[in-house]
């Protein structure tokens, strides 16, 4: 009998690519798998979606359309990844193990935000089209409950309901161009710190990374690949 469901728990706080992703200046991106960093923390994590994703379907392969349904449990209602963003990360290791051919079978996606301290962790459903269907409604509650409002983050300027944002002026210099002024950073004498070995670097000895978020020297950059 052909299998047409599945179901995946990971245990852990689940995490995003986004935040482990590095390109180079090509635009390539590169994943780190063993660098003894930070940036290996992704790798493993796919692995290990992987590898408990086969354990526990160890003779499900699913190659129809399917419906999934998410449930993902954060360890803080205040600090987590964008739920949005999760789940790229979770089908490259599902696809990974091989219960699925390629995460484009995903015709049908619900994800649903929870919290849980004790146990953080992603429950997955796989539905195969073939056999199962989806229905779903949205109804107005009969009594309004208080909003769950969001800020934004700490490292960005809070621009709601204004009209335009201010520019910070330190190290910065303002030149006229067709009567209008641009913002330049001042980096001459700046020194930048490698995000794999921690060496300051100099400008010319480093290598930007992720759309210059990060900064590698030319040494690590090279064990990479």
């Known amino acids: 009998m052909i299998n047409t469901y599945a179901k995946v728990i990971i245990k852990g706080s689940p995490i995003t690519k986004s935040n482990f992703k590095l390109s180079n200046m090509n635009g390539r991106a590169i994943l780190p798998y063993n660098s003894g960093k930070y940036h290996d923390r992704y790798a493993l994590y ?7 994703c086969r ?9 129809e359309s399917l419906i999934a349904v998410l449930k993902v449990y954060y360890k803080s209602s205040k600090r987590h990844p964008d739920t949005t963003n999760i789940t790229k990360s979770i089908f490259d290791g599902i696809e990974k193990s091989g219960l699925i051919v390629n995460d484009a079978q995903i015709t049908k996606l619900i994800i649903e935000e929870f919290y849980d301290k004790e146990n953080p ?5 796989l539905f195969g089209e073939s056999t ?14 208080e909003p769950i409002s969001y800020k ?3 490292n960005k300027k809070n621009t709601i309901g204004s ?5 910070s ?32 670097v100099s400008k ?11 900064s590698l020297c030319k040494n690590c950059f090279k064990k990479l690949f």
């Open 46 to 52: 796919e692995e290990e979606i992987a590898y408990q």
């Open 55 to 63: 354990i526990q379907n160890s003779s499900t392969f699913l190659t």
């Open 121 to 125: 962790r992603f429950e997955l459903e």
């Open 132 to 145: 199962y269907s989806i229905d779903y409604s949205i109804t107005k509650k009969e009594e309004k409950q």
């Open 152 to 154: 934004p983050p700490s």
């Open 163 to 167: 009209k335009s944002s201010k520019i």
């Open 169 to 200: 002026k330190s190290n910065t210099i303002n030149t006229p161009i067709n009567n209008a002024k641009c913002c330049v950073v001042n980096t001459s004498n700046s020194k930048l710190k490698c995000e794999i070995c921690g060496k300051l």
């Open 204 to 214: 010319d000895e480093y290598i930007s990374a992720n759309k210059g978020k990060t």
